[in-house]
């Protein structure tokens, strides 16, 4: 038997009792014969609620003090697991995200893993011990300070160290049955998938569906580890995320993978921007080195009486005060009018690989929105996605129409949601 890497959500050990379930799970996989390595994220919403602490006594909290603080979640769960799994007999060691050799670059609040090395994890593992890992955290490289990998960021350490450990399997545990068509909070009849491309499964992720961390598809594809997302709370088999399915997997993938949404993002226009080369540039020269990243961009037409222009994108919403900072910093090289901000959008996006020789999707997807009777603001499309900016108060009710109008339904079970708050 192997070693297999688990990773447990904030909702899976939101309390004492889910950090007692999630123990007994993890010693039945270490008696089946398994070396464990565990990687656990903070309990429920701490780290939301260490946000809005930090918020309240500073509107731009300092990176450095930020990640510091935010580790703390994970800490706090880490030591607990350990100690419910002594009580049950067997033997546990915690590590920091730091301990465990988690190295990465020094962006904080989004540092990216530039190497693992997890000799401390082989050695406790070696003595017999479940190797228990602080999630989305680990150290700089350079500054050897505390760093966290962003939001969601526990998915991306548990495949990191799956693939320096050359685990057989990444097993992501959380409070859905798996990955379905559509988040199931919000499309009861969202059907599971049993398995799916790591390449559907990146666009999914990095159009919100935030199961899984888009960062962590991208590291289980580049090291070919094959992802299994289940629910702690049920024993039901979830979803393969891999290259190519195995065993009883379904051999063909869907046209359609599924919908997407994502409330997180606001949008900012800089208005009457002069049309001459170089403005663009300027713009996002300024957004880049503030170090935001971006999604999508719409430059209108310019007015032919004025020769200006308005240039619109999207980014996340956490990063919107630092983005308008930045800009208005940069006010006299790019030579604007106004800044506009507005935080109330969604984004809705159907993702599938057959899109590509399936003629018809894009025209299926806009007319599903306008049956709703759903605005469009803004489109972006890629080769196996397309995705629209709408008002956030009609997100719901597109996703649901434009899953049932590509037949997405399921005719039976709904989806369960076992726990959470869908904070
Ligand atoms: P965890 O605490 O385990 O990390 P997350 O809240 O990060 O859990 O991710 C699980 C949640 O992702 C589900 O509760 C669900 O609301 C949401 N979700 C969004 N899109 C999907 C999807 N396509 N399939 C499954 N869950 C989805
Ligand atoms: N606790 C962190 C968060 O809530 C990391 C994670 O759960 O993956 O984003
Ligand atoms: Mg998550």
Redesign the pocket.
């Known amino acids: 038997m192997g070693l297999v890497v688990q990773?447990y959500?904030?909702s899976s050990v939101a309390d004492a009792e889910g950090i007692k379930r999630v123990a007994k799970r993890i010693v039945d996989a270490k008696k089946s014969g398994h070396q464990v390595v565990v990687v656990v994220?903070?309990m429920g919403?701490?780290?939301?609620e260490l946000i809005d602490l930090a918020q309240q006594v500073s509107p731009i909290p300092a990176g450095r003090e930020f990640d510091m603080l935010?580790t703390a979640?994970?800490r706090i769960s880490m030591a607990l697991l350990a100690m419910a799994i002594k009580n049950l007999g067997h033997e546990a060691q915690s590590f920091t995200g730091s301990q465990a050799g988690v190295i990465t670059d020094s962006v904080h609040n989004k540092a990216r893993i530039i190497d693992v090395t997890p000799g401390r994890i082989r050695t406790a593992l070696d003595e017999g011990n479940i190797a228990i890992v602080a999630?989305?955290q680990g150290v700089s490289q350079d500054k050897k300070d505390i760093t966290?990998?962003?939001?969601?960021?526990?998915?991306?350490?548990a495949v990191a160290l799956a693939a320096a450990l050359e685990a057989e399997v990444c097993e992501i545990y959380t409070d859905v049955d798996g990955v379905f068509t559509a988040d199931p909070r919000v499309v009861k009849k969202a059907r599971k998938i049993d398995w799916i491309s790591f390449e559907d499964m990146l666009e999914l992720a990095s159009s919100g569906s935030k199961v899984l961390?888009h960062r962590c598809v991208e590291y289980a594809r580049r090291y070919n580890i094959p992802i299994h997302v289940r629910s702690s709370f049920s024993g039901l088999p979830g979803t393969w995320v891999s290259n190519e399915p195995q065993g009883n997997q379904p051999m063909e993938q869907a046209i359609i993978s599924g919908v997407a949404h994502d409330t997180s993002e606001a949008k900012v226009t800089v208005v009457g921007v002069p049309d001459k080369p170089g403005e663009a540039a300027t713009i996002f020269r300024a957004i880049a080195d503030a170090q935001i990243n971006i999604d999508m961009v719409v430059q209108n037409v310019s007015a032919a009486s004025t020769g200006l222009t308005d240039i619109s994108f999207t980014l996340p919403k956490t990063d919107g005060r630092k983005a308008i900072q930045a800009l208005e910093q940069a006010k006299s090289a790019i030579g604007f009018e106004s800044l506009r901000y507005d935080d109330q959008i969604a984004k809705i996006s159907l993702v599938g690989a057959g899109m590509k020789t399936n003629p018809g999707v894009t025209a299926g997807f806009f007319e599903a929105l306008s049956n709703a009777g759903v605005n469009i603001e803004l489109i972006s499309t890629s080769e196996i996605r397309i995705s629209v900016v709408t008002r956030a108060d009609d997100v719901n009710e597109a996703v649901r129409a434009v899953h049932s109008a590509f037949g997405l339904d399921s005719e039976n079970d709904e989806a369960v949601v076992y726990g959470g708050t869908g904070r």
């Open positions: 990773k959500g904030g994220s903070a919403d701490t780290t939301d935010l979640g994970e999630g989305f966290t990998l962003g939001r969601g960021g526990s998915d991306t350490t961390l």
